[in-house]
């Protein structure tokens, strides 16, 4: 007997579930990724139950960062949340119309900015990094920089690259609300919940902030 998860999540689900209830899901979630306990899933038949329609429980903004799949680090199946992924989770027009799509359209009921350590978006921002497009993009995260006091500019000092990435979650989010009058909104109607979170690469686990 295949015992592997198959279900995913319904409309009624989705509607039944707080702010609250979605972060609290995805911490337990991390918790089973770092603890090896992941729940062993039918890809193929989620994939197939999906196909008509998706009530996901959350929108993930994190880094395009290769070792910060948002999917596995929270142990979520297809179906369970969006991700929208960007070189240090920087927030430009595209990224917010993706968030605005996932709550106001999509109904999901938590939005999530994910910072990471020794994030390389941070530290080339902070090496002043310019290099095509790039050199915008960073542009973007050079105030949590300058927010970022009692330290020298210096991205090989692990604990102000850290303190940068916690500052840079906590200015996407005050950017979120000031440019999308729609998410702010929703937030202050308790419709949705803004929360931020940094991942721990070394050890696996997301601590919110």
Do not use: W
Not at 21 to 30: E, K, Q, T
Not at 54 to 82: H, W
Not at 93 to 108: I, K, N, Q, T
């Amino acid at each position: 007997m295949d015992t592997r998860l198959s279900h995913v999540m319904d409309k009624q689900q989705q509607s039944d579930m707080t702010p609250d209830a979605a972060l609290r899901d995805l911490m337990v979630g991390n918790a089973r990724f770092v603890s090896r306990k992941m729940i062993q899933r039918d890809y193929v038949k989620q994939a197939e139950s999906s196909a008509d329609g998706q009530y996901p429980k959350a929108v993930i903004l994190a880094c395009i960062d290769s070792r910060v799949p948002v999917e596995l680090i929270f142990d979520q199946g297809i179906g369970d949340v969006f991700a929208v992924r960007v070189a240090g989770h920087v927030v430009d027009s595209c990224a917010l119309g993706s968030l605005e799509y996932a709550c106001r359209v999509a109904r999901s009921p938590l939005l999530l900015v994910l910072g990471h350590t020794d994030c390389g978006a941070v530290k080339s921002a902070i090496d002043r990094l310019a290099l095509g497009h790039i050199t915008g993009l960073l542009r973007d995260i050079e105030p949590a920089i300058a927010d970022t006091k009692g330290y020298a500019r210096n991205a090989k000092n692990a604990a102000y690259v850290a303190a940068v990435v916690e500052n840079h979650v906590h200015q996407t989010i005050d950017r979120i609300r000031d440019k999308s009058p729609i998410l702010a909104e929703m937030e202050q109607n308790a419709e949705i919940a803004i929360r931020g979170g940094v991942h721990h690469l070394r050890s696996g686990r997301v601590v919110p902030i």
